[in-house]
T-cell receptor
């Protein structure tokens, strides 16, 4: 069964360092998302990506965040200068645009980021 | 912004019990998703609903668009159903809003 894969599963970094989280969405999907979940809190939307550009982003997704789909398969989230409060689980998700509501969301297993 | 409220926040049930988890939202939507988050953190999609009712095995999801309310039912609950169940809603745009989740523990 096709699945969304994310790497790394866990990354520890020093405050101020750049981090890149990688995702390989399901191959025939058209919409891609990044979400984060701070420990003990709810899942929060960061950004959606369609047709090689950002379609929506939340207030969390400030200038230190960026996304790319450099080669048609990988979908990356870059955090330029990490802060302690960026420590969270980051989930990638994808969906096809089929039917009402846009189809089922498929999530990756998540990348846990710890900023020291 | 859509406020998504789930109830209860925590639920403990005996194996075999019928379970209901509720989700209410404040703004009209194009779709509602029920998600299951495992203890390890991974998230799995259970249902996507835009109207009516869906059933998959022991899980049933319903939505009432007029009342802005959805329910997830689990029949004959089992300890392996223990997880956090999350409601997420989508507007006509591309952004999803998530509830805080319902933590379910099923005791043998």
């Amino acid at each position: 069964e096709p699945e969304v894969t994310q790497t790394p599963s866990h990354q520890v970094t020093q405050m101020g360092q750049e981090v890149i989280l990688r995702c390989v969405p399901i191959s025939n999907h058209l919409y891609f998302y990044w979400y984060r979940q701070i420990l003990g809190q709810k899942v929060e939307f960061l950004v959606s990506f369609y047709n090689n550009e950002i379609s929506e982003k939340s207030e969390i997704f400030d200038d230190q965040f960026s996304v790319e789909r450099p080669d048609g398969s990988n979908f990356t989230l870059k955090i330029r200068s990490t802060k302690l409060e960026d420590s969270a689980m980051y989930f990638c998700a994808s969906r096809r645009r089929t039917g009402v509501g846009g189809g089922e969301l498929f999530f990756g297993e998540g990348s846990r980021l710890t900023v020291l | 912004k859509n406020e998504v409220e789930q109830s209860p926040q925590n639920l403990t049930a005996q194996e075999g019990e019928f379970i209901t988890i509720n989700c209410s939202y404040s703004v009209g939507i194009s779709a509602l998703h029920w998600l299951q988050q495992h203890p390890g953190g991974g998230i799995v999609s259970l249902f996507m609903l835009s109207s009516g009712k869906k059933k998959h095995g022991r899980l049933i999801a319903t939505i009432n668009i007029q009342e802005k309310h959805s329910s997830l039912h689990i029949t004959a609950s089992h300890p392996r159903d223990s997880a956090v169940y999350i409601c997420a809603v989508k507007h006509t745009g591309n952004q999803f809003y998530f509830g805080t989740g319902t933590s379910l523990t099923v005791i043998p």
